[in-house]
């Protein structure tokens, strides 16, 4: 099967290193994704929003032959949410890494904009669950690598329109919110969850053994893990 990988914010197709290979020693053939613009200048990147990212999606995908799984991190969970709306009967499996899938006109989320771009902000702006297992090297490393996205891909709504994508076998890999408190928040479907709820195909799978927390880059911290998940997901 191809797998196509999207990144979270901040990150390109490099985050996957330590992911791919594992999924390519399965047989498959994988596809880590650049977006567009990412850092890029204000000048360059301007205009360029989250219906860009998810047509570069969708061109990998339409360059494909054969079954495809899409994988989302984080705020690439939308991107690839949205290839999935924008081609329902080409996409085999999705799979949101540690996100949900966006409801129509959900965003990622706000971050500060400095120069006309979002610069990764640091880890000291993300809370200390999301971050605490990640060693000071890997912090570092990462950080270092991190380039700036578009000023709009964070907050500019999602389109959907083709209701067939919540066919679409899912899979959530969780490695910040227990299974048990996804299941809740499905079976009490508040309004920003209404997409996550209306899931026909859903399954969930906890990243780390209940006390082993992990945080929101797994990738990073336990790429083998990631790999091993990804694989039970899409079978």
Known sequence: MHIILVPGLWLDASSWGEVSPALEAA?????????????????????????????????????????????????????????????????????????????EGGSISEFPVVDDVIPFPGWDFFDDSDVADLDGQTREEVAARAKSVPEQVPTDPIRLTDERRRAV??????????????????????????????MQRLDVIELGAPGDATGHWPQFS?????AEAILRAIG
Do not use: C
């Open 27 to 103: 047989g498959h053939r994988t596809h880590a994704l650049t977006m567009p613009g990412v850092g890029a200048s204000g000048a360059e990147s301007a205009g360029i929003g989250i219906a860009d990212w998810i047509a570069a999606t969708v061109d990998e995908l339409d360059r494909l032959d054969g079954a495809v799984a899409i994988v989302g991190h984080s705020g690439g969970g939308n991107v690839a949410y949205g290839a999935v709306d924008a081609r329902p009967d080409r996409v085999a499996h999705v799979v949101f890494l540690d996100t949900f899938p966006p409801g």
């Open 169 to 198: 076998p899912a899979t959530i890999i969780t490695s910040t919110v227990p299974e048990a408190q996804i299941r809740e928040i499905i079976e009490k479907a508040p309004s920003w969850a209404a997409e996550l709820a209306a």
């Open 222 to 226: 336990r790429p083998g893990a990631v």
